[in-house]
């Protein structure tokens, strides 16, 4: 069983920073993708950015190049440096990680934005 565990939220002010990190445990297989979801009250969840086994991105459009994945893989880490917050950003935000044909979630981490 494969156990995400996200840290890094918070409450930081417009304009500020936050850098989100996802631990894996448990698996015995390669995790092939990571990716960081986000779901603001009232609204659906969706997708932020990921990152593949070789390294290939890709991001949201909205995050028009504020937010930048990445990961470290002897362990089994992934991070999302997240810049020029706005309040829009606030959500509770989940790791995913793909292993073999299962997909996997984290249990989320508050950030909120204050204007």
């Known amino acids: 069983q494969v156990q995400l565990v996200e840290s890094g939220g918070g409450l930081v002010q417009a304009g500020g920073s936050l850098r989100l990190s996802c631990a894996a445990s448990?698996?015995?297989?390669?995790?092939?993708?990571m990716g960081w979801y986000r779901q603001a009250p009232g609204k659906q969840r969706e997708l932020v950015a990921f990152?593949?086994?070789?390294?290939?991105?890709d991001y949201a459009d909205w995050v028009n190049g504020r937010f930048t994945i990445s990961r470290d893989y002897a362990k089994n880490t992934a991070y999302l440096q997240m810049n020029s917050l706005k309040p829009e950003d606030t959500a509770v935000y989940y790791c995913?990680?793909?292993?073999?044909?299962?997909?996997?979630w984290g249990q989320g981490t508050q950030v909120t934005v204050s204007s």
């Open positions: 995913n990680a793909f292993v073999g044909v299962g997909g996997y």
């Open positions: 990152i593949t086994s070789d390294g290939s991105t």
């Open positions: 448990g698996s015995r297989f390669r995790i092939s993708r």
